[in-house]
């Protein structure tokens, strides 16, 4: 019995041991400031670790990427209309 609970004990423990930490996501903001956090984190929601996880479980890793890569989108679309249609809006 006591082997059988020993066993049991360190084989708990190796799991215990193996628990990945947990992924800090960031935020739409810092996505935005940081352009090579937000291409990293594209990539691991469009192809990489994120990319294949179930639709709820990829949405609370990845919504703060989508939201950002959108907002960047709609600045850009936003300053090439102001360019083509002659500059300063003011």
């Known amino acids: ?3 059988k ?5 360190i084989t708990l423990a190796a799991c215990a041991c193996q628990q990945e ?23 691991k929601c ?3 670790e ?5 639709a ?3 949405q609370n890793f990845c919504f703060t990427t989508f939201e950002a890569a959108r907002v960047n989108a709609a600045k850009a679309a936003g300053e090439a209309s102001v360019k ?3 500059g300063n809006t003011q």
Request: no cysteine; charged share 20%.
């Open 46 to 48: 469009n192809e990489g």
């Open 21 to 43: 930490a947990p992924v800090q996501v960031p935020t739409t903001q810092e996505l935005m400031a940081d352009h090579n956090l937000l291409t990293d984190w594209e990539h």
């Open 1 to 3: 019995m006591k082997k």
């Open 50 to 54: 994120f990319a294949h996880l179930p």
């Open 56 to 58: 709820d479980q990829k």
């Open 84 to 86: 083509a249609f002659g």
């Open 5 to 9: 609970l020993m066993a049991l004990s």
